[in-house]
């Protein structure tokens, strides 16, 4: 590993947050107009991070398995769904107002009920009330009660109001499930944390229907599948752990919900909860909806309500976990190297093509090489700066590899690749490029 140490959380979470500005992986939102809280737009780096991060679960979830299918689930919908869900009634948090400063809390999250973390102020706390997350609008050009909508507060609902249609059309039976990638929207009352707590968030959830008498199976399945995949990404287990809810912390459907937690520089924070939910999903919206929302089983001539199985992960979280957990530096040559040992399935850019110079006779052969890989592997090109900072550069992108396209490329028509960790250097005809490549970007 390093000859320097990580810093300590504190000044991490500051280096990470600065490189992920200067390198273009996150900006505040509206920026120039000084900003909107709680609110990132993704740069160039970080939209590749994000898609890569949405991928590598896809690849997992859907793509290597045949019990699953997928499904993007309209993001406006309404009342209706969210009356049989609960969330209009329960998606609430209880917010306090501070007399004296006037700043609001979420009266759950307060480490001392008398005394005002803004202002210090005691005894200053309005009763609490509760706050509904979900956010309100109207379709249409009226703005009345009969055209109230409301943006998902999750993804969830989508899967479960699906569940007749995905199993009439996909020829699935349980045990099967439907995922989905996609935006959430809460009106959260303190986010925070950078992008860890976020009104607008994206959600990479999985609904897995299971008879009831295999609920239990599929949801201790389900939690070890799901903690080993951020592990075989490169997280170390030393920072993760499996937190089993206690019995006051479980909803009132629920029989059983674990939450994958994350070291974050703050303390533990979730990254994905997987939850045994019962039959309560279906049950609700075929009370509401009139219609039935269940499986016949011919093999046994029975019919029964399906029992769900969520895991529920939030993408944009989890890229801020695997941006934590890759920052690394080191001492190389008297200097500070910093680098994203980020896993090669996650990394923004796979190659990173750099011609030694920016000399006529070089850059059409640089962009030869280019034109080879492009098609296989997402590649940055960069001709400008000495190739030294050009190789530190690509370091705190987390690109594995850097191919050099020099002088003697011309003649012996090689390339140096430099490998991001040990920063090894091999030579490779550019015929064997990808041979070598491929199988060290999975």
Known sequence: MSDVSVPNDVTLMEKVVNLSKRRGFVFPSAEIYGGFRSTYDYGPIGVQLLRNVKDAWWRSMVQMRDDVVGLDAAI????????????????????????????????????????????????????????????????????????????????????????????????????????????????????????????????????????????????????????????????????????????????????????????????????????????????????????????????????????????????????????????DEEEVRGETRTVLRLHPRLAPYKVAVLPLSKKDDLMPMAREVLALLQPHLMCDFDETQAIGRRYRRQDELGTPFCVTVDFDSLEDQSVTIRERDSMEQVRVPVAELLSHLLPRLV
Not at 156 to 183: C, D, E, H, T, Y
Not at 231 to 254: N, Q, T, V, W
């Open 76 to 327: 406006l919908s309404p009342p209706a769904i969210w009356e049989a869900s609960g969330h209009l009634k329960n998606f609430t948090d209880p917010l306090v107002d501070c007399r004296q400063c006037r700043e609001r809390f979420r009266e759950d999250q307060l480490e001392d009920l008398t005394t005002c973390p803004g202002c210090g102020g005691k005894n200053t706390f309005t009763e609490a009330r509760n706050f509904n997350l979900m956010f309100k609008t109207h379709a249409g050009p009226v703005e009345s009660d009969a055209a109230v909508a409301y943006l998902r507060p999750e993804t969830a609902q989508g899967m479960f109001i699906n569940f007749s249609n995905v199993l009439q059309s996909s020829r699935k039976k349980p045990p099967f499930g439907i995922a989905q990638i996609g935006k959430s929207f809460r009106n959260e009352i303190t986010p925070g944390n950078f992008v860890f707590r976020t009104r607008e968030f994206e959600q990479m959830e999985l609904e897995f229907f299971v008879p009831p008498e295999e609920a239990l199976q599929w949801y201790e399945y389900w939690c070890a599948t799901r903690y080993q995949w951020y592990i075989d990404l490169g997280i170390p287990a030393s920072k993760l752990r499996m937190r089993p809810h206690d019995a006051d912390e479980l909803s009132h459907y629920s029989s059983g919900t674990s939450d994958v937690e994350f070291l974050f520089p703050w303390g533990w924070g979730e990254l994905e909860g997987i939850a045994n939910r019962g039959d309560y999903d279906l049950t609700q919206h075929a009370t509401h909806s009139g219609e039935k929302l269940d499986y016949f089983d011919q093999a046994t001539n029975s019919r029964y309500v399906p029992h769900v199985i969520e895991p529920a992960a939030g993408a944009t979280r989890t890229m801020m976990a695997f941006l934590l957990a890759a920052y």
